[in-house]
C-alpha cells in the first residue's frame, strides 16, 4: 500500500511540475522584464554600491574580502601603472607575426593543427585536453613575458596526477618569490595555458569590482587592457573544428576558445562581469585614449587602431556571441551536467549584451536568454528550465550524476543561474519549486563529519553551501523568513560558510550573519536515491566523531557519471570516512582509471572470478529488507531501535563475461553513546558458469596495516603474491604477505590521524587466501597527509562459491577518543544450514556478547547458541549468560530460554526488545505476540 501511495504521490507531483512547464512554456521574456538597461547591471547597479560599501564597513569577514582583494590587485596595479607593457605581455596569445592563428583543428585529445594570420595577436588555445599533469599557475614575474607558449613551474616540482591547475588564481600577486623556476614546452603544458588566461581575466575582474566601489581609474585601466588584448584576438578566430557540422553527422564537443565546450566556460566565466563594470569607462574613455588610436611604441599587445571605437565595442559584440552561439549549438543537451556548465559563462555573456534593437542582427539580451531560459531545447543545448525538470528528481531533489561533484555542482549552477536571473528582474525561483527542493537535498548524501559520498567520478568534498547562500539571500529579499529560517538550519550541515570563490558571491549577495534558529541538525537514519541506486544508513550523534555511518550503492542505470563499481560500500567511523571511494584516476581516459579506480578492484565488493563490472550494463540494487525503511526521498518516519539497523540488499552482476547473484548485508549496532560496529555478510554466486573463487576486496584509508591471528599473536605471512593476471585492475596492488586458510582472525588499520583506527574481524573460512596489500593512493581523499600515500588494502580469496559459505566481517571504529569495545568474533559450533550465516561477537566487557543471525531462506528456521528463529536478521545481546536486548528486522519467529515472540498468521515484524527494570520492554509497530515460559 505504501508503495501504490507513493506512485500516486509521485504521478501527481508530476502533474504539477507539468501544470508550471505549460506556465513557462508559454512565456517569452522582452526587454522591459529586465531590472534596467543601464550598466553595470549583471550582478549589481550602482544603486547598489552604497549597501555593499556598508557591508565592507560592518561585518568583518566582508571587510577581509575588500583587503584580500587590494592585496592581490595592487601590487599589480603599481607595476602596471609604470610598465603596463609587463603585465599584459605575460598573458597567453599567439604574439608571433605569422603565427597569430585564427583556426584550430583536433586530432584526439589534441589540438594538433593550426592555421591562418591575423592582424592582431589571438588567444593561444591550449594543446592538450586533460586537466592532468598541467603546469600550475605561476607568478606574474614568473611567466614569460611575449612567450611561445612555454610556461614555467617551480624546479622541484614534479607534474603529478593531481589537477594542478586548480591552483588559486591570487598567484599572479605572489611576487618576489626566489624558488627557482624552469621551463616545460607548450606541448607538456596540459591546460597551463588557459589557467594563465583564466588568473588574468580573473585578474581584471578583481580590479573592476575595485574600480566600481572605488571609482579609481586605475583599476578600469587595468581591466580594459586585459579584457581588451583578450577579446581583440578571440574576436578573430573561430571555434575549435570551425566546419565540423557541415562535414560530419555526430556533433562535436569542441569549444570556441577551448578544446571542450566545457573549457572556455570555466575559464573566461567572468570575462563580461569585468566588462559590465567597465562599460562606461570603456565607450567613454578607454577607446578614446592616444593608447588605444596611437598605440604604444615597441608594444606588441598595444598597436595603433585606426579601426576606431566603434569597431573596437564589435569585437565585443563578436566574441560575446561567437562564444553564445557556441554553447548553444554545441555540447551536452537535456541531460548531464555539460549543458550547465556551458550555461555558467553563457547566460553571463548574454546578460551583459545590450538591447536587442541595438544590434543590426536584432540579436541581444533578450533574444540570447529568451534561448538560454526557454529554448528551443535541442540536441546540443538544454534550455535551464527545462533541464531543470529533466534531471532534478521530484522525489529527492538530487541531480542524477554523482553526487559530491557532477551533483551537488550542477544543483549549485540551477540555484546560481536563478538567482543571478532574479537579480536582473526575472523571478524563477519561487516559481519552480523543484529548484528549492534541490538546494537542500544534498543533506541526504552527507556523512556525519558533513562531507558527501564519493559515489562515481567525484572527490570527497564538502556539501556546497553555495545555493543555500543565495536562497536565503533571496527569501531575505522577498520578507519570507520561514523560508529563510529553512535555509538558515540546512546551514548547520556545513562545517562553515565558505566565503570564497571566483564570482564574489559572498561580498556582492551573501546576508552578514545566518539567521538564528533553534535547532540542531540531524541527519536521517536512512536516506535512498533510487537513481543513484545508493542506501545511506546512519546512526549520529550530537559529536560527529561518535556518530556510525555506511554507504551502499550500485551504479544505477539513469546515473550519470556512475563507476562499474560493483556492490560497494563506504563505512564512517570516529569523524572520519575510513573505507573511502576511490573516485576516478589521473583523467578520465587514463589506464588507472579504467582498469582499476573506478572498476571493482578499485572498490570495497566482491569480484566473481576476478571479474569485473561494465558500466553499459548497469546494476541497480534491488532493497529486499531495511530496518527502517528506505523509501526514495524520504525519511523514515519510524524506527525500531535507536542502536540497531540494517539494510539487506541483492546486486545483479551481470556483464558480457559473466553472470553473477550477489546479496549483501550490512547493519550498524550502536554498543555506547561512542562506540559501535558494522555487520558486512557478502554472499556470491556465479550462475552461468563455474564458481572458481570469489575475491572479497576492502580497502581503509591509512598509513598501514597490522594482521593478528584472534589469539593476537601475529598472523604468520608468506611471501606469496596476489596474481596480477587472476582479477582486473589487480595490478595496481603490492602484496605484502598472504596466508593460507588463516583461522580467525582480525586487521588493524592505522588512519595516521587523531589516532584513528579501523579493526576489522573475520570468523574462520575454509578454502581461503587472505592477501595484505598495498593499493594506489587516493587522490581524491580529503585529507592532503594521505593523498599522495597507498591505500592498505585486503583481499580475501575463496575457492568456490560465496553464497552458503559467505564472506563475514565486523568492522569496529576506535580511537580518537574511544576505546574499542570487542574482544573477538567468531562462529561457535553449530549445523551448517543453506544460506544461513551465524556469528558471535565477544565484548571486552565481561561475560557480553552479541549473536547474530542473518538468513537469505526467511522461512526456513535458523538454530544457533540456543536460538530458533525465522526471519531475516536478529541480534540477541547476551550478559552474564541471560538475553537482555533482542533486535529483528523482517522476522516471523523467535525463541530462546523461554521467550517466545511472534506476530501471528505468518506476518513478518521488527521490533526491538530491552530488558529493563524487570520486565521486558517492547518497541514494535507491529502488535508482537511475547511469550515467557519460564
Known sequence: MVHIRNKYFYLFSIFLLLDVWIAFAQSTISEKDFRTNMHPRVFVTMDDKQAILAKIESVNWARDIYEALKADVDPIIAMHQDNPGYVVSRMQMHWEPGKRYTHFYTEGNYVTRREGNAKYPTV???????????????????????????????????????????????????????????????????????????????????????????????????????????????????????????????????????FETLGDTRHFATLPLAYDMIYDYLRQEYFDSEQFVKGIDGEIWAPPHPEGKEWALGCFEKMFKRLIENKLNRGGGLKGNWNMNEQQSAMLYALALDEDFTYQDGKGRAYYVNKLVYGPTTEHHGAYLDVLRANISPTTGLWPEAPGGYGQGSIGQLVRFGFIYYKNGLDFLSKDPLLSKASSSMTQMLFPNGYVTNFGDATYATMNTEQLELMMAYWHDKKDSLQERKCAEWMKYAPQRNLHNEFYYALFFYLPEIPRTDSAPQLARTSYSETYSLVFGRNDAPDPKDALAFTLMGFGKDTGHRQPNGMNMELYGRGHILAPDQGVGQDYWGADTHEYK????????????????????????????????????????????????????????????????QRRMLSIIRTSPHTGYYVDIFRSDVTDGEDRYHDYIYHNMGTGSEFFLSSGQPMPMSASPLDSLSGKGYSYFTTLGSCENPDNFYVDYHLGIDDTHMRMFVPTGKGRTVYQLNSLFNHRYYEPSLRTLPVPALLIRQKSEAWDHPFITVYEPYGNGAKSQIRSVYTSKTPKQKGVAKLSVEYFKKDKMDHIIHSVNEKTEAKYMGIRFMGTYCVATMEKGRLVSLYIGNGYSFSMDGLEVTLGEGKPFDVWLEWRDGEWICHSREAVKIKMLK
Not at 613551474?153 to 618569490?177: F, Q, R, W, Y
Not at 607548450?186 to 572605488?214: C, H, M, P
Not at 583599476?219 to 557540422?245: C, M, P, T
Request: charged share 20%.
Open 124 to 258: 593561444r588555445v591550449t594543446y592538450g585536453r586533460a586537466a592532468s599533469n598541467s603546469v600550475p599557475l605561476a607568478p606574474l614575474d614568473k611567466i614569460i613575458p611575449y612567450g611561445d607558449g612555454s610556461l614555467t613551474k617551480p624546479a622541484s616540482m614534479n607534474l603529478g596526477i593531481v589537477k594542478l591547475t586548480e591552483s588559486s588564481n591570487n598567484e599572479l600577486s605572489d611576487l618576489g618569490n626566489e624558488t627557482p623556476y624552469d621551463t616545460v614546452p607548450f606541448t607538456k603544458t596540459g591546460l597551463g595555458t588557459e589557467t594563465v588566461n583564466r588568473a588574468f581575466i580573473q585578474l581584471a575582474w578583481k580590479s573592476s569590482i575595485l574600480y566600481y566601489l572605488t571609482e579609481n581609474r586605475k583599476y578600469a585601466k587595468l581591466a580594459a587592457d586585459i579584457l581588451w588584448n583578450f577579446v581583440r584576438g578571440a574576436a578573430q578566430q573561430e571555434q575549435l573544428n570551425s566546419g565540423w557540422e557541415q562535414n560530419h553527422k555526430e556533433g562535436s564537443l569542441n569549444g570556441y576558445l577551448s
Open 598 to 661: 573506478i572498476n571493482v578492484a578499485g572498490h570495497n565488493t566482491v569480484s566473481p572470478n576476478g571479474k569485473g563490472a561494465d558500466n553499459n550494463m548497469p546494476q541497480n540494487l534491488e532493497i529486499v529488507h531495511a530496518e527502517p525503511v528506505v523509501i526514495d526521498g524520504k525519511t523514515p518516519d519510524y524506527e525500531v531501535s535507536p542502536y540497531h539497523q540494517y539494510v539487506d540488499a541483492v546486486n545483479h552482476f551481470h556483464t558480457s563475461e559473466i553472470k553473477a547473484e
